[in-house]
């Protein structure tokens, strides 16, 4: 259906409710369970409870934001599709998952209250979602080419999936790769009560999306679909073997096949199609017994190098300072094959604030709420006797690259290594240009650029240049108004401010200058980026100044969802800073969920990066080692109420 690229109009954030809402709606036509949430009275005793290995407890808002994140944008599109060209529109829902760049992961055609189509994206995020069918690799590259697939093309089976009936949403893979989805279509037929396929003619699967398709193309920063994982585990596999050596394909003959479905005309190669290869993953137990000995560690170090009482400890600890730099460099990691599965998430806890109340549980650490929505340590108690008889076990060696940035404390390769920003000498230097008002009595020109020093210099010397001025005023720090200054300067465009410098005749040097740089009307503002370079007008190969303000880096703290806090970071381009690389550094130092979207309220392309909880710190000290000073960075906090100040509450800081 998407062989064309279709016409998306503007994005735009969707509300919480109609999120919520349209989730619902999807949990509901999907048929997805919502496991029961534990009573309140066993809610603590099930706090320290192994989930099931195989079906992990999750709520309701986290199998929400599974299906549409917080970051979910919506917008209306059309496109052509059919052999008729017909038109067709709709609506695309456009977010992120953790660690991923922003996708089209639902398409609704028609209303919003019509059918609503999951993308491979989504798929490849929600195993299990749809029944999935399977066939030959050849038939899957016809599939990518717009094709149905034809009955005698299915394989596996039978049985096919009892979901697969007549007008059921399936997903399709190929039998090289058995779990993953890379088509997705309806059925024309109900292929679950199919006895055979060799020998049936017509469409068993009608196409709606593919992977190469322009839906599966399309991005916000224009860099191309991604591909498809090896293997994505909860996809389940059925045996294939029989049914596999028995399946012939029939050629494309007069009375075969119809016009529009995938040829199946070759002989396909008898292939062994044995279990999937499944990597060893530590069961919950066991991350759960390495983060505990990570914590025990790390407090063990801090005690046999510090001095008491805090042993070198700033307190309170922060979650994100409790992952980053106490947990993750004392985990029992020595391959890099398991360092997917030593994460927060992985353990029975599944958030920072649970483990922490598991050690104030364990009487180790001593913590306290903040904020509603974190939970910080106050205190360690070093004299506990798991703290002072800890056996301590060898840590894997980090890798170096002979720069101090090399690896991190498990020893995993630094992502910063291949960022160019990185320790950049970067200065924004703002310049101004005179108007007609002050040229030549002023400024020689008004094509030149100057600085705030330059033009202070040039008032000095026009002070200097006509003496008559600074002869009796009321105080040396006075200028009298000369006809220049009078008509050209305070001219009656500030309203009675102007008319009170007029009534005294006389103005403060102080406030003649801040009135020229200030207003526009006089000098005109701009700035320009130096890459360690300094500003010289007569060199051609530098920047040439941009009109306006000096930019800022944003840092806006605002809440989701009632009292989730999330920090948005945006406009880092103009200093030369990729959106994902600083995403991917943050998700590590802040051991926090990121993702990369589009800059709301900015250009088309302008991005933004979502850091889950309040990190304004981490943010802040990632920009200074991308060399922005403080000074070019604006906090905003909308979490607190206004104050009426410039401070936190009132949104910036210089």
């Known amino acids: 259906m998407f062989k064309k690229k279709p016409q998306i109009k503007n994005l735009s954030p969707l509300r919480s409710s109609d999120r919520r809402k349209l989730s619902d709606q999807i949990i509901a036509d999907f048929k997805i369970s919502i496991p029961s949430v534990p009573s309140a009275g066993n809610a603590a005793s099930s706090e320290n409870e192994q989930p099931a290995e195989n079906n ?36 695309v829902y456009v977010g992120a998952h953790t660690g991923s760049e922003e996708r089209i992961l639902w398409i609704q055609m028609g209303q919003p209250n019509q059918r609503i189509y999951p993308t491979i994206y989504t798929l490849w995020h929600n195993p299990g979602l749809v029944p999935l069918l399977h066939t030959q690799d050849v038939v899957v590259g016809k599939l990518k080419g717009g094709a149905d697939l034809m009955t005698p093309g299915l394989a596996g089976g039978p049985p096919f999936p009892l979901q697969a009936t007549k007008d059921a949403i399936v997903a399709v893979a190929s039998m090289e790769s058995p779990t993953v989805p890379k088509f997705i279509g309806i059925c024309a037929i109900d292929v679950s009560q199919l006895g055979r396929v060799q020998g049936a003619k017509g469409h068993a699967v009608k196409s709606i999306h593919w992977e190469g398709d322009e839906i599966w193309a399309w991005s916000l920063t224009g860099t191309g679909g991604r591909q498809a994982p090896p293997d994505i585990e909860g996809w389940g596999v059925r045996k294939v073997q029989a049914g596999l050596e028995r399946l012939t394909l029939e050629e494309d003959d007069q009375d075969g096949q119809e016009d529009g479905g995938a040829p199946l005309d070759i002989e396909p190669p008898v292939q062994d199609i044995g279990d999937p290869v499944e990597r060893e993953e530590p069961t919950t137990a066991e991350i759960d017994r390495a983060f505990h000995k990570a914590f025990l560690f790390a407090m063990y170090n801090a005690k046999q190098r510090g001095s008491p009482p805090n042993y070198g400890i700033d307190f309170p600890i922060q979650p994100s300072f409790l992952i980053s730099q106490l947990i993750q ?10 360092t997917p599965f030593y994460v927060i998430k992985k353990t029975s806890w599944k958030t920072t604030k649970r483990f922490i109340k598991h050690l104030d549980k364990e009487q180790l650490v001593k913590s306290k709420d903040r904020d509603r929505n974190e939970t910080v340590i106050l205190d360690v108690d070093f004299d506990d006797e798991h703290i002072k008889t800890f056996t301590p076990y060898k840590l894997a060696k980090a890798k170096t690259d002979g720069s101090s940035s090399g690896a991190d404390g498990n020893g995993a390769a630094d992502s910063t290594s291949n960022d160019p920003s990185i320790r950049q000498s970067i200065s924004v230097l703002q310049l ?4 007609n008002k002050l040229v030549p009595d002023l ?13 202070s210099s040039r008032v000095q010397t026009y002070i200097q240049n006509h003496p008559d001025i600074t002869k009796s005023t009321s105080s040396p720090r006075f200028v009298k108004l000369d006809p220049f200054l009078a008509n050209n300067v305070f001219d009656g465009s500030h309203g009675a401010a102007d008319s009170n410098v007029h009534a005294a005749g006389e103005v403060t040097r102080d406030a003649l200058q801040r009135r020229i740089l200030d207003d526009s009307h006089l000098c005109v503002p701009h700035w320009v980026l130096l890459r360690g370079q300094e500003w010289d007008p007569s060199n051609p190969n530098l920047p040439k100044p941009k009109s306006g303000a000096p930019p800022k880096v944003s840092i806006v703290i605002e809440k989701r969802t009632g009292t989730k806090t999330v920090s948005k970071v945006g406009n880092v381009e103009v200093f030369g800073i990729s959106p994902e690389l600083l995403a991917t550094e943050l998700q590590k130092k802040c051991a926090s969920s990121t993702s990369v979207g589009q800059l709301v309220g900015g250009k088309p392309g302008m991005l933004e990066v979502l850091v889950q909880g309040d990190q304004r710190a981490m943010i802040e000290k990632e920009l200074g080692r991308r060399g922005v000073e403080r000074k070019w960075i604006e906090v905003i906090d909308k979490t607190k109420k206004k104050n009426g100040n410039n401070g936190q509450g009132g949104g910036s800081r210089r």
Do not use: C, M, W
Request: charged content about 15%; proline content about 11%; hydrophobic content about 30%.
């Open 443 to 455: 400024l020689p020109s008004k094509t030149q650029y100057f600085t705030a020093s330059q033009i």
């Open 329 to 338: 460099p004392h985990l029992p990691i020595f391959t890099p094959d398991h």
């Open 432 to 435: 101004y240009r005179g108007s």
């Open 56 to 91: 992990p407890t999750q709520s309701l808002s986290s199998i929400r934001n599974s299906l549409l994140p917080d970051n979910t944008l919506s917008a209306r599109f059309t496109t052509h599709a059919g052999p008729e060209a017909k038109l067709v529109s709709g609506t």
